[in-house]
C-alpha cells in the first residue's frame, strides 16, 4: 500500500498529541502535514474548522485528511460533525481516543483492556473536575509510575497498540468508541510498513 504525497492531520490538544506525530513522522520517515491550530482554540469544530483552512490551500488530489479528537466531554453534534466531514470524501477521516488521547498512548505500553468500562466513566468524571490534573493522573493510575516517554515508542509498540486497539474495538465501532478506546489505530495501520 503506497501513501498519498501529502498525510495532513489535525489535533484537538497541544502537548501529547503533538510530540506523539512529531515522534512517529521522525519514526516512520514521512512527512505529516500540520494544520496550524489556532491558539487558545481547542474542541471538535475548531479542529475542523482548521483542517478545511489547510485544505483550501493544499493542491486538490492526492492527499489524506485525518482529524485527531478526544472524545472528552464534547457535545456529541460536535463530533457528529467531524463524522459528517469525513464521511463527504473518502480522502477525509476521523481518529477519536476515548476519554482522550492519552490512552491511545498507553495502549503502546499496556495492555489495560479489563479497566477499559470500569474504570472510563471514573476517568471522563475526574477530568470533568479537574481537567488540568487529568493527564498525570491517568498516566499514573494505569503505569503505576511517572509518565513514559514518547520518544521510546519504536514500531513494536505501535503495532502492540494497534493490536489492543482492535481488541477494544470488537465489534468495530461505526462512529467512534463509546467506551475507552481509540481509532487512532486506522491512521497508524496505514503509516506503519508491514513487519517484516
Not at 478545511?52 to 493544499?58: F, G
Not at 480522502?91 to 481516543?97: E, I
Not at 503502546?108 to 481537567?131: G, L, V
Not at 509510575?145 to 505501535?158: L, Q
Request: overall charge positive; aromatic content about 10%; hydrophobic content about 35%.
Amino acid at each position: 500500500m503506497s501513501l498519498p504525497p501529502n498525510i495532513i492531520i489535525a489535533e484537538e490538544g497541544e502537548s501529547p498529541e503533538r510530540q506523539y506525530f512529531d515522534h512517529i513522522g521522525r519514526l516512520l520517515r514521512i512527512k505529516l502535514a500540520r494544520a496550524n491550530r489556532r491558539k487558545g482554540h481547542s474542541g471538535p469544530l475548531s479542529v475542523l474548522q482548521d483542517m478545511e483552512e489547510e485544505l483550501k490551500k493544499t493542491p486538490h488530489g492526492n492527499y489524506e485528511a485525518w482529524i485527531i479528537i478526544d472524545r472528552d466531554t464534547h457535545d456529541p453534534k460536535h463530533i457528529d460533525a467531524c463524522l459528517a466531514w469525513a464521511g463527504a470524501d473518502s480522502r477525509r477521516h476521523l481518529a477519536l481516543s476515548n476519554p482522550c488521547i492519552e490512552f491511545w498512548i498507553l495502549l503502546h505500553f499496556h495492555n489495560k483492556i479489563s479497566y477499559k468500562r470500569r474504570r472510563c466513566a471514573e476517568y471522563k468524571k475526574e477530568k470533568e473536575a479537574q481537567r488540568s490534573q487529568f493527564t498525570k493522573a491517568f498516566w499514573k493510575y494505569f503505569c503505576h509510575s511517572s509518565p513514559y516517554d514518547i520518544k521510546t515508542i519504536g514500531k513494536i509498540h505501535i503495532r502492540r497498540a494497534i493490536k489492543y486497539a482492535k481488541k477494544l474495538d470488537t465489534p468495530p465501532c461505526a462512529d467512534y468508541p463509546d467506551s475507552c478506546g481509540s481509532t487512532v489505530y486506522h491512521l497508524m495501520e496505514k503509516l506503519l510498513p508491514p513487519a517484516p
